[in-house]
């Protein structure tokens, strides 16, 4: 079931991509290499006088936004965004994830071009404010990926740097590289299990650095062979990197849980890919990786509830404006129900094809 309404004529319409881990999920302090793709599952974003923020988050994108824009600002009317989807998401331990960079990103956007400040132009100081607003309202929590993701589209490295800011790099999408995101119904990892992790660290060092060590090692390994347009051999690198997330949970009694993963994971491997968690925290979500569309059609097809494959593409372009001038019309906008339980993405998924069918014939460059 969903809830429609048109977005305002007159003001731009921003959106701009979630993003996933392929690689460097955990974020553990000794991983400084983390490589994610930007789907084509998007916040989306309108300025419009006298509305209130839905969120601190928002609240605090607009304030930083505006003082971005100085004296440019003061011809915007009070007042804030429209939002879709509406809602930040968090796992069972209570940490967020999925949309609020893409919300970050597409609520800057939106600021900035209703100021007649276009993206192409001004994508640094839209992730300076983006980047800022979110450290403010969600302490702790590093996403400069998911912003980079969310601004640049397509493939984004995050190389962690000692006393320094993260390095972000965009990769170039190789030809062949085919991603099926999938959700598996249930948790793939018991809830709470990173503290655990923790204490592994602490109780045996030297047996944590082995395993880390090696996922540190796939991880460089896949971006520069993602580099190299070396496509199966990137897979592959992925899929050690998946080993060593398994040894892991091993090591601290936490293996994966969902029956539905572990299909998946043979399934891949019996059509010549691999699939592997994306995330530490307690998500039902899973990526796959293939060689061939093939591949990746065959394993699609081939899961059965409740592994179900989520119809998401790789988002190239990351935030934009929509562009209603050719047909004179507001854009649709669909705002999804969020659905109960725990499943991380279903509700933003919902409104995918719709905005991605919009986008794809009707944005700026």
């Known amino acids: 079931m969903k809830r429609q309404r048109d977005t305002l004529v007159g003001t731009p319409t921003i959106i701009a991509p979630e993003a996933i881990f392929l690689v460097g999920e955990f974020g553990l302090p000794e991983e400084n290499v983390a490589v994610l793709a930007a789907l084509s599952s998007h916040a989306t974003a309108q300025y419009c006088p006298d509305v209130a923020p839905p969120s601190p ?12 824009l100085g004296e440019t600002a003061s011809a915007l009317p009070d007042g804030s965004v429209l939002l879709s989807p509406a809602t930040a998401w968090h796992d069972e331990d209570g940490i967020t994830f999925g ?20 993206i192409s132009q001004r994508k640094d100081a839209i992730r300076v404010v983006a980047e800022a607003a979110h450290r403010a309202t969600h302490e702790g ?3 400069e990926g998911e912003l980079a993701a969310a601004l640049h589209g397509g493939l984004i490295e995050v190389i962690c740097q000692r006393a320094a800011a993260p390095r972000i790099e965009a990769l170039t999408v190789p030809a062949g590289l085919n991603l099926v995101v999938f959700q598996t119904g249930h948790p793939v990892f018991p809830a709470g299990w990173p503290s655990k992790v923790e204490q592994f660290a602490e109780s045996d060092p030297i047996a944590y650095a082995q395993i880390v060590d090696e996922m540190v090692a796939r991880a460089v390994r896949f971006a520069a062979e993602l580099s190299e347009g070396n496509v199966t051999a990137a897979i592959a690198s992925a899929g050690r990197y ?4 398994t040894l892991l949970a091993a090591a601290v009694s936490a293996l994966p849980q969902s029956e539905p993963f572990v299909q998946a994971m043979e ?3 019996e059509i010549g890919g691999i699939a592997k968690t994306t ?11 293939f060689a061939t569309p093939e591949a990746a059609n065959l394993f699609a097809r081939a899961c059965r509830p409740p592994l179900v494959p989520l119809s998401l593409g790789l988002d190239r372009s990351g935030a934009r404006r929509l562009d209603r001038s050719q047909t004179g ?22 409104v995918r094809n719709l905005i991605e069918d919009i986008s794809t014939e009707r944005t700026l460059s």
């Open 57 to 68: 988050l928002v609240a605090a994108v607009v304030k930083r936004a505006k003082t971005h």
């Open 99 to 118: 949309t609020t960079p893409a919300i970050a990103v597409a609520t800057a956007a939106a600021v900035f071009e209703t100021a007649g400040q276009a």
């Open 141 to 143: 929590i590093g996403v």
């Open 242 to 245: 998946g080993h060593c997330t």
């Open 267 to 269: 399934l891949a491997k």
């Open 279 to 289: 995330r530490a925290s307690n998500s039902d979500l899973g990526i796959a990786m």
């Open 329 to 350: 019309e507001s854009a649709v906008v669909h705002t999804p129900v969020p659905e109960i339980g725990p499943s991380s993405i279903s509700a933003e998924a919902i």
